[in-house]
């Protein structure tokens, strides 16, 4: 079993700057894509970053230019740098990673519990 936890949401003005960490943990053998996605209230789940293992980056069109993900593979750890916040980011940012649990060796796609991001106007 694996497990995603997030970390780093909170509440900051229009303008500022959020941190968003989520780290993996069990039976990992290895971690393939990571991402960040996130839904506001009344909204579809909408996709915000993905990160490969080759770390190469995809980003939506609404954060490009503000948002940055990043990964560590050895802390087993995806992280979302959000600059300059807009109210229209206010939403629960879900973690999401395709992993090879280490046991069979099959890939199984996990989300975390999600965090919540509000941007006050």
């Known amino acids: 079993q694996v497990q995603l936890v997030e970390s780093g949401g909170g509440l900051v003005q229009a303008g500022g700057s959020l941190s968003l960490s989520c780290a993996a943990s069990g039976s990992i053998f290895s971690i393939n894509a990571m991402g960040w996605y996130r839904q506001a209230p009344g909204k579809q789940r909408e996709l915000v970053a993905t990160i490969t293992g080759g770390r190469t980056t995809n980003y939506a069109d609404s954060v490009k230019g503000r948002f940055t993900i990043s990964r560590d593979n050895a802390k087993n750890t995806v992280y979302l740098q959000m600059n300059s916040l807009k109210p229209e980011d206010t939403a629960v940012y879900y973690c999401?990673?395709?992993?090879?649990?280490?046991?069979?060796?099959?890939?199984?796609?996990?989300w975390g519990q999600g965090t919540q991001v509000t941007v006050s106007s």
């Open positions: 999401n990673a395709d992993v090879t649990e280490s046991i069979f060796r099959h890939e199984y796609n996990y």
